[in-house]
C-alpha cells in the first residue's frame, strides 16, 4: 500500500521559516516525480512546486518561486519543501503528491497518482 505522509507544519510568524518533509512507504520513489501542492480555506487546491526524478529539475509556482526550495533524497524516500520569508497568504494545507513518468512540469492535481494527508500551515502576521 503507497503512502506519502506529510510532516513539518506548524505556525510561523511572517518572515519565518518552515521545512516540510514527505516520507513515502509501500513505494519507491526514485522513478517519480515528486510534487507539492497547496489549499487554502474557501479556495481550490493549487501547485506549489514539483521535482524531477534525479532531483536534478525543479518547477515552482511564481508565487513562491525566490522563497520556497524542493529537494529529494531518494535513499530516504523523502522530498522536502524549505519554505523561506513565509507570508500570511502561505497559509494553508500542503500535500505532497507523486505520478510516474518523467514530466515535473505536471502541475494539474489530476496528474498525480499518489497523495498525502496534508500538514497544516499556518503564517501570522
Known amino acids: 500500500q503507497v503512502q506519502l505522509l506529510e510532516s513539518g507544519g506548524g505556525l510561523v510568524q511572517a518572515g519565518g521559516s518552515l521545512r516540510l518533509s514527505c516520507a513515502a512507504s509501500g513505494m519507491s520513489i526514485s522513478s517519480s516525480v515528486m510534487g507539492w501542492f497547496r489549499q487554502a480555506p474557501g479556495k481550490e487546491r493549487e501547485f506549489v512546486s514539483a521535482?524531477?526524478?534525479?532531483?536534478?529539475?525543479?518547477d515552482y509556482a511564481d508565487s513562491v518561486k525566490g522563497r520556497f526550495t524542493v529537494s529529494r533524497d531518494n535513499a530516504k524516500g523523502t522530498v522536502y519543501l524549505q519554505m523561506n520569508s513565509l507570508k500570511p497568504e502561505d497559509t494553508a494545507v500542503y500535500y505532497c503528491a507523486s505520478r510516474s513518468g518523467r514530466d515535473y512540469t505536471a502541475r494539474l492535481g489530476r496528474e498525480y497518482d499518489y497523495w498525502g494527508q496534508g500538514t497544516q500551515v499556518t503564517v501570522s502576521s
Open positions: 521535482i524531477s526524478w534525479s532531483g536534478g529539475r525543479t
